[in-house]
T-cell receptor, first 115, second 113 residues
Framework: GAVVSQHPSWVICKSGTSVKIECRSLDFQATTMFWYRQFPKQSLMLMATSNEGSKATYEQGVEKDKFLINHASLTLSTLTVTSAHPEDSSFYIC???????????FGAGTRLSVL | GDSVTQMEGPVTLSEEAFLTINCTYTATGYPSLFWYVQYPGEGLQLLLKATKADDKGSNKGFEATYRKETTSFHLEKGSVQVSDSAVYFCALSDGGATNKLIFGTGTLLAVQP
């Protein structure tokens, strides 16, 4: 199956710093990439959807200035958590989707801990 | 809005036991339904899917049938193995332009030898 690589897998940062998470589709071109956030024992919550070369579409309640998403190519999307605070600590997961078949291929996730 | 409800875990079974993980959904249209599995330390992987009523998705001994009348998509396996231990997520997609997925909360399955 299609492979999505997400990096880093775990990051610890100080409050007020920014953190960038990369999501790469290794063997396919992802027309759409999705970013999710998962709290302990809760479901994956969609944060935003991005298409290559265009601005991301954020879900209601997600601060677009806080969570910057760039989708510069069909194989790379990045999520930058700006001025991170302890409440941003969470598990962030990306996925890449193909135009047909509405199947998403997921990265292994990034655990962010903000001190 | 659309939503997915699945049974809470953890579910603990002995090897070769029968597995059922319940999943029901609420949707205004005709969604596609999915089961994803997440093994420890890995990303979510598609386990099976069904795109219309009465479709049965199957893979690796797992099955789920799209029941429109009961708005359900329960996951079953006749004989689980230790290697099936993972978190299972039920999800739906409304098939819109963005193909967004809406997930249930996930069910942790632990299979003991």
């Amino acid at each position: 199956g299609a492979v999505v690589s997400q990096h880093p897998s775990w990051v610890i940062c100080k409050s007020g710093t920014s953190v960038k998470i990369e999501c790469r589709s290794l063997d396919f071109q992802a027309t759409t990439m999705f970013w999710y956030r998962q709290f302990p024992k809760q479901s994956l919550m969609l944060m935003a959807t991005s298409n290559e070369g265009s601005k991301a579409t954020y879900e209601q309640g997600v601060e677009k200035d806080k969570f910057l998403i760039n989708h510069a190519s069909l194989t790379l999307s990045t999520l930058t958590v700006t001025s991170a605070h302890p409440e941003d600590s969470s598990f962030y997961i990306c996925s890449g989707g193909l135009a047909a078949g509405n199947i998403q291929y997921f990265g292994a996730g990034t655990r962010l801990s903000v001190l | 809005g659309d939503s997915v409800t699945q049974m809470e875990g953890p579910v603990t079974l002995s090897e070769e036991a029968f597995l059922t993980i319940n999943c029901t959904y609420t949707a205004t249209g005709y969604p596609s339904l999915f089961w994803y599995v997440q093994y420890p330390g890995e990303g979510l992987q598609l386990l099976l899917k069904a795109t219309k009523a009465d479709d049965k998705g199957s893979n690796k001994g797992f099955e789920a049938t799209y029941r429109k009348e009961t708005t359900s998509f329960h996951l079953e396996k006749g004989s689980v193995q230790v290697s099936d231990s993972a978190v299972y997520f039920c999800a739906l997609s409304d098939g819109g332009a963005t193909n967004k997925l809406i997930f249930g909360t996930g069910t942790l399955l632990a299979v003991q030898p």
